[in-house]
């Protein structure tokens, strides 16, 4: 079965920092990974998305996200962050079809 | 490109009434069509998965009588919540893809308060 877990319910970063958002995944094969983000009373959006090639990822509105097979972790980051970037962000695995989806993580950003 | 819209964005109704949601992919014809139910400060919960022409996949626990799911073509899915009670007052949230391995994107989804 495969899962993803985001270990941190909340991050709070101050503006201009560098922020990371973690998130671990357990998948038997190769994932294909996901980052969306969640502004309130709206759907996802989708950030980026990691399937093969380059560990690193980069991804909307200045979002990264680096992939790392021997510690199965794929952490979103940002070097300088932004007020508008607080929201909830989902981490996300697929092997197909099905795509499961992470606790979140809400990042506030203080000015 | 790649757009979802789905409607209504929110829906006040009482208690016994049904309620249909309609989740359409605009630019894309959306082979899969997955329908989310989110609580308040939690993660989603993929309550069924349709496919065009098919019936719908439900995950354990969801009732299918009562959230019943058409997927009649490539660009439009439907759920409709029976005879719903105040539990039944959630965010739902759809989502569409064209292929497997491709990210899903999603509708703004829909404030549902039961009265």
């Known amino acids: 079965a495969q899962s993803v877990a985001q270990p941190e319910d909340q991050v709070n970063v101050a503006e201009g920092n560098p922020l990371t958002v973690k998130c671990t995944y357990s998948?038997?094969?190769?994932?294909?990974l996901f980052w969306y983000v969640q502004y309130p009373n709206r759907g996802l959006q989708f950030l980026l998305k990691y399937i093969t090639g380059d560990n690193l990822v980069k991804g909307s509105y200045g979002f990264e996200a680096e992939f790392n097979k021997s510690q199965t972790s794929f952490h979103l980051k940002k070097p300088s962050a932004l007020v508008s970037d607080s929201a909830l962000y989902f981490c996300a695995v697929t092997l197909g079809n099905d795509m499961r989806f992470g606790a979140g993580t809400r990042l506030t950003v203080k000015p | 490109g790649a757009v979802v819209s789905q409607h209504p964005s929110r829906v006040i109704c009482k208690s016994g009434t049904s309620v249909k949601i309609e989740c359409r992919s605009l630019?894309?014809?959306?082979?899969?069509m997955f329908w989310y139910r989110q609580f308040p400060k939690k993660s989603l919960m993929l309550m069924a998965t349709?496919?065009?022409?098919?019936?719908?996949?439900?995950e354990q626990g969801v009732e299918k009588d009562k959230f019943l799911i058409n997927h009649a073509s490539l660009t439009l899915s439907t759920l409709t919540v029976t005879s719903a009670h105040p539990e039944d007052s959630s965010f739902y949230i759809c989502s569409a893809k064209d292929r497997d391995y491709q990210p899903q994107h999603f509708g703004d989804g829909t404030r549902l308060s039961i009265l």
């Open positions: 630019d894309f014809q959306a082979t899969t």
């Open positions: 349709s496919n065009e022409g098919s019936k719908a996949t439900y």
């Open positions: 998948v038997s094969g190769n994932p294909y």
